[in-house]
């Protein structure tokens, strides 16, 4: 049972852009917060963005300015829109789902979200 479902992953230059989607089922949307996260190879998972139910957001330091997470709820969907894409944002980004009901430096712990899509990988060259 697909609960999460990410998309929009691709291979772009520096200075690019891409959209992510994540597809959510009614639970898992209709939850308290939804959040983008991202592991590249040989470091931990980090949070990326996170939502909260009525769109409040929070964002990790470094890609203030360059990304913007939001929400669809006519299509239980949110995005992040990822623009002026360097080579340290390369990873593969993962959509999860059941977070804190504030939007806090906590919603973007990984511990804090029980569920998990399968990730779509963001890969950048120079």
């Known amino acids: 049972q697909a609960l999460l479902v990410e998309s929009g992953g691709g291979s772009v230059q520096t200075g690019g852009s891409l959209r992510l989607s994540c597809v959510a089922s009614?639970?898992?949307?209709?939850?308290?917060?939804l959040a983008w996260f991202r592991q590249a190879p040989g470091k931990e998972r980090e949070g990326v963005a996170a939502?909260?139910?009525?769109?409040?957001?929070h964002y990790l330091d470094s890609v203030k300015g360059r990304f913007t997470i939001s929400r669809d709820n006519a299509v239980n969907t949110i995005y992040l829109q990822m623009n002026n894409l360097s080579l340290e944002d390369a990873a593969m980004y993962y959509c999860?789902?059941?977070?804190?009901?504030?939007?806090?430096?906590?919603?973007?712990?990984?511990?804090?979200?029980?569920?998990w899509g399968q990730g779509t990988q963001v890969t950048v060259s120079s």
């Open positions: 009614f639970n898992n949307y209709n939850g308290p917060s």
């Open positions: 999860a789902s059941g977070g804190p009901g504030r939007v806090s430096p906590a919603a973007l712990v990984p511990d804090q979200y029980p569920h």
């Open positions: 939502i909260a139910k009525y769109r409040a957001t």
